[in-house]
């Protein structure tokens, strides 16, 4: 009850911060205004930057495995979804951070698309929040065959692929064609196609069009009972109703990368948006590893650890690497 009272409290504070400074995303003040909200927040979210030295001791011994998000996360959020570019810094870091440590990607994007992004071989990778897993080559029978592939990759690699989303796929086209027809005549909208499930954005979409936006979606889904809504930045996010997540492909890939029951294991998962909220749940749940959050503002969040922006990430990486040669040499 007291929590709850505090939790309600915190989240007025924010509001109000959000309303005092406008419609903007509200942004960490430089050091001449100390922003007092932020500033406490961070206080239960400490920069994985300045945190550094205690986020890595605790790993003596152990195996790191890193998990990345994308967009948000490795690229700046920019205004069209097709030209989410990742800087070569980031993807160098990414790419020495790999060479040190299991590495996933795990994205809201299709798979085919993120790794276009990314392209880097040395990392897994799981699109469609999850639902399209490309890991190590799987005997596990925890998981049923009919989703579970074991296959090469194009350079001869023995990979598995696990999409248990598998049988929603021609619905899911369906209702591709459908919303892209259905909201040809609203200005702004764009329809991605993210393989398992559709992403609709409305960034560029006028207020007053976004109540017709809505109702179709929300016709949508009443025509496909099996289908469910999720929300991003500036993106409603269509998804087939499986119990299956961020939260599940971590421990999917971590288990493919034969971590399943190991105490051994400390997986970092950073990401920015509410779909990696799952991931941090998860690590927290078992006690494990560290959520970093990616935000330059307050905001609830299951993870333990923060980092204001993807440049802070490109610094995390960077040092991580640094850090992970030095165990090495
Ligand atoms: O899980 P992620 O890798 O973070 O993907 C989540 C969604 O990211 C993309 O949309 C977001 O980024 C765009 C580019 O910066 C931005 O224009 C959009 O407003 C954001 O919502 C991606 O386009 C979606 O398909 C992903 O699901």
């Not at 006690?287 to 333990?304: F, K, L, M, N, Y």
């Amino acid at each position: 009850m007291v929590k709850e009272n505090i939790r309600k409290l915190y989240n007025k504070a924010v509001g109000l911060q959000k309303w005092l400074s406008g419609p903007s995303n509200v942004q960490p003040d430089g050091p001449n205004r100390p922003d007092p909200i932020y500033s406490s927040w961070l206080t239960e979210h400490p920069s994985a930057l300045t945190s550094f030295h205690a986020l890595t001791s605790a790993t003596e011994g152990k195996q790191i495995v890193v998990f990345l998000d994308y967009d948000g996360t490795l690229s700046p959020i920019v205004n069209d979804p097709d030209r989410a570019f990742m800087s070569d810094a980031m993807r160098s870091a990414v790419r020495e951070v790999a060479k040190l440590f299991p590495t996933g990607i795990i994205s809201g994007r299709s798979r085919d698309k993120v790794h276009g992004f990314v392209m880097l071989d040395e990392v897994h990778y799981a699109g469609s929040h999850g639902m399209d897993i490309m890991g190590p080559p799987s005997r596990l029978n925890s998981y049923d065959d009919k989703y579970q592939t074991n296959t090469m990759d194009k350079k001869g690699n023995e990979i598995t692929i696990f999409q248990p989303a598998k049988e929603y796929l021609p619905t899911i086209k369906k209702m591709l064609e459908e919303l892209k027809q259905r909201t040809c005549d609203i200005p702004g909208v764009f329809v991605e196609d993210n393989r398992f499930c559709i992403s609709v954005h409305y960034r560029h979409v006028l207020n007053e069009d976004y109540g017709d936006l809505d109702e179709i979606i929300q016709n949508l889904l009443s025509e496909n009972p099996f289908f469910h809504l999720t929300r991003g930045k500036k993106v409603l996010e269509i998804r087939p109703s499986i119990e299956w997540n961020k939260g599940d492909a971590l421990v999917y890939l971590l288990e493919t990368m034969g971590f399943s029951n190991s105490s051994d294991v400390v997986p970092f998962y950073i990401g920015d948006d509410n779909s990696d909220e799952d991931a941090f749940k998860v690590l927290r749940s078992r006690g494990q590893g560290h959520g970093i959050v990616v935000s330059s503002s307050p905001r609830e969040t299951s993870a333990s650890y923060s980092l204001c922006d993807p440049t802070e990430v490109l610094s995390f990486l960077l040092r991580l690497s640094r850090w992970g040669d030095t165990l090495m040499s």
